[in-house]
């Protein structure tokens, strides 16, 4: 009973893996389909991922992009499953990129790309040119960061 259980778990997690691997494959053809440069793909430093890097087609931006693959979007689409931590991971992965690869100057973009279906019933996909940017994965909104500032002036005895 044990073993049927772990073993279906092992299963699931490799069909699962199979997905995103395939989700991932469909996602930079399409990138590569809009004259887009394709770096790196699984780019890791420690805990952190960037599934694609690419350069756009007027080698002025370096676009890292989130691929999401759903078997069917029942659930709501895929990108939404982007929580506020894992868009700061890639954020600072990006960073990490785009200084070590010595590309600083390029401006970054952060686009998500979410493919729905399978290869066997087909699939569609939602490309969202600029999702999110670097300012919303600050710890505070400006009415917040304003009333921290504000906060620790009084308190500091600075002001």
């Given at each position: ?34 004259g887009w440069y394709i770096?790196?793909?699984?780019w890791r430093n420690h ?105 620790n002036r009084n308190r500091?005895?600075?002001?």
């Amino acid at each position: 009973m044990f073993y049927d259980r772990k073993l279906s778990i092992l299963l699931f997690m490799a069909a699962h893996n199979t997905l995103g691997q395939w989700g991932e494959d469909v996602a930079a053809k399409y990138l590569i389909s809009k004259g887009w440069y394709i770096r790196d793909r699984n780019w890791r430093n420690h805990h952190r991922e960037i599934d694609i890097v690419c350069i756009d087609e007027d080698m002025t931006t370096l676009l890292i992009v989130e691929v999401k693959t759903r078997s069917s979007d029942a659930f709501g689409q895929p990108d939404e499953a982007i929580s506020s931590e894992k868009r700061h991971n890639i954020v600072k992965a990006a960073q990490d990129y785009a200084f070590s690869n010595y590309l600083a100057h390029l401006t970054l973009r952060y686009d998500t790309i979410s493919v729905v279906g399978t290869p066997e019933t087909g699939y569609t996909i939602e490309h969202k040119e600029g999702a999110y940017d670097v300012l919303s994965q600050f710890l505070y909104n400006k009415e917040d960061y304003k009333k921290h500032l504000y906060h620790n002036r009084n308190r500091s005895g600075l002001w």
